[in-house]
Every structure is written in C-alpha cells, then in structure tokens.
C-alpha cells in the first residue's frame, strides 16, 4: 500500500514577492519573465531597488509549490528539500507541516548558514520575473531522500531546477533509481527556460532514456517546449515531446493545455480568468493534474482540475491559494466529473 500520493525532491525557498513596474523591473536589471540565480551580494542589491514597497512572503520552490497543492486537494504527499539553521528555515519547515506535507526536515537538523530564498517581481502585464538565492539548498544531496518512502509512493516527482545543482542532480537522480526499481512512476518538470539553455545534460537526465526509464510525467509550458524542441511550431513539438514520456502536459496559457499521450492529442480549455500574477501556475498545475491521477482519474479529468486551480492562482496575487479556494475548487471538479460519467 502506498505511504504518498506524490513524493517529490526539489529546493526550499521562501517567496518574497513585490509589485513593479516595468521601469523598476528594468532599473534593477532583472530579466523579465525568468529565473535567474543569484548570490548574497546581488541578493542585497535587488533588496535596495524594493525597499519600503509592500512584500507578500509564502513558502514557495518549485516542486514545494506542486505537493503543497496535493495535500491542499486532500493528497499525501511528501517534500525532501534543505533549509539553514535560521529564521527563514523555521519558517519553511513549518509551513510544510501545517499543510500536512511529510519531510525529510522533521528528522534531520538543519545546517548553520542561510536558507534560499526567491524575490519575485510581478509586472503590471501578470508577468513574473525571478531572482533566486539557492543558500543552503544549493547543496542539497542524497542524504535528503528517505528511499523506503520513494519505495512506497504512486509518483516520484523531481523539480527541473536541480539540474544547477550537481549534489542536488545527482540526489534527484539517485532517487529516481529508487523510484524505478521500485516501480513507482517518474515524473519532473522542464522548470523553465534558463535550465533548459545552460542546464540541459541534468534535464535530460532526469528526463531519462531507454536505459534510466522512460518518465511517465512530464510537465512543461508552450515557451519551454519551445527551447527544448527547437521549434515553434506546435505540431512538430508535440511529436518530439510525445516521445520523452508516456504522457506529456503542455500548458498554454489562456489557450489551456495539450495532453500527449503516445498517438493521443487532448485539448483541455483554460479556466476563463484574468491573470494578474503568473507566479506558481505550472507548480498548481503539475499539483492539481498529480493529485487527479493519483487518485483514480483519467488524464483529461486531470487536466480539467489542474487548469482550474491554474487560473485560480493567476488571478490572485501569491504563488499559493487558500484551502477555502482549493476547497471550492475539488467540490467543483467532483461536479465535472460526475456531469462527465453522466
């Protein structure tokens, strides 16, 4: 029987997230709809640029995003990460535990040094624009996995940023050992466009081949697809993607998703919003679609759910929802699916 619904490995970091314009986005040289990795003295530099603005901080990381959203959808779901010995580390520890996250935290203590963090700058366009501190996660390795646990999960999931990090690659690819030999299904995330341009080897390792296994999720968005295929047009994407996992999600936007499945095409409409912060989409969509199949749902059912609690988190300031909107939202995907087996 499985222990976790998703068990998933990625960084920790803290959100900060402000409200620019594009002429404050451009002063501090941030480019714009990126992730771009920093160190300390950059940190303090973009710090100075939105001193006295308002700041929304929350739990955030990618993949800490995505098993957040299961268990807020009533999964099990469980994060291994790595924080510092610091206020920020306390901060992330606990907010995985009050929303019923499992971690490798609560059984280990954590090291002295600065917990990563992330500023988020969104622009009046939705747009977000990323500046990340990796701190202590930048060192992230094999001792954060608890490999009975992976052994004993339906989805091991690996967050498309630790391709940066050669402890960090290599613990998310010792996992997947794990996970495969097990029998558990592999899943991870292209992340964004700055991974796939100068970290591809650790992407397509986590992707795999014939030889690790072939994923049976991969999660990316149109812009990603793009990079990775080489290509805009969308036909030739679809097929080059349909052979890197058994079923690919391909996010759009306000166009919705495209769900690959070998031969297979399914278009799966957006949710009808107005998008005001993109922050935390692809993290709610990958959640939304994991937490569906894990329990018993198809693929286009699945994506139904995640586009919703997709446009939900756009149309908010906050890479997060509360559980009062994720609550509303599964009520509404239990209507859908009921009306769909009508």
Not at 79 to 98: N, P
Request: charged share 15%; hydrophobic share 40%; glycine share 10%.
């Amino acid at each position: 029987m499985s222990h976790h619904d998703v068990y998933a490995i990625g960084n920790a970091l803290v959100d900060s997230q402000y409200e620019v314009s594009d002429a404050q986005l451009q002063a501090a040289g941030v480019e714009k709809r990126h992730m771009t990795l920093i160190d300390a003295a950059r940190r303090t530099e973009l710090l100075s640029h939105v001193y006295g603005l308002p700041v929304h901080r929350t739990g955030g990381g990618s993949a800490g995003n995505t098993v957040v959203a299961v268990a807020q959808l009533g999964g099990k779901a469980f994060y291994s990460c790595r924080v510092a010995d610091d206020e920020l580390g306390e901060f992330y520890t606990q907010d995985l535990i009050s929303h019923g996250v499992a971690t490798n935290l609560t059984h280990t203590r954590a090291p002295q040094g600065q917990t990563g963090s992330c500023m988020v700058m969104v622009t009046p366009d939705a747009e977000r624009s990323m500046s990340t501190f990796l701190g202590a996660t930048a060192d992230i390795d094999a001792s954060a996995l608890h490999p009975l646990d992976i052994a004993k999960s339906k989805v091991y999931y690996m967050e498309g940023y630790l391709a940066a990090s050669p402890t960090g690659l290599d613990a998310a690819i010792k996992g997947r050992a794990i996970a495969r030999e097990a029998g558990v299904a592999l899943a991870t995330t292209l992340s964004d466009m700055t991974m796939i341009n100068f970290c591809r080897p650790g992407l397509d390792a986590m992707v795999g081949n014939a030889e690790t296994g072939q994923l049976d999720y991969l999660f990316c968005n149109e812009e990603e697809a793009q990079v990775w295929c080489g290509s805009k047009d969308l036909a030739q994407i679809c097929r080059q993607l349909s052979q890197q996992a058994r079923v690919v999600c391909l996010t759009r936007s306000a166009k919705g998703c495209v769900v690959l499945e070998g031969d297979q095409t399914t278009e799966v409409p957006a949710a009808q919003v107005k998008a005001i912060d993109t922050n935390g989409a692809g993290d709610m969509f990958a959640g939304a679609f994991l937490y569906a199949v894990t329990h018993g749902h198809n693929h286009a059912q699945a994506a139904w759910l995640a586009n919703q609690c997709a446009g939900r988190v756009v149309s908010q300031v906050g890479n997060r929802l509360p559980q009062a909107d994720m609550n509303q939202l599964k009520a509404s995907f239990a209507g859908f699916v009921a009306d769909s087996v009508a």
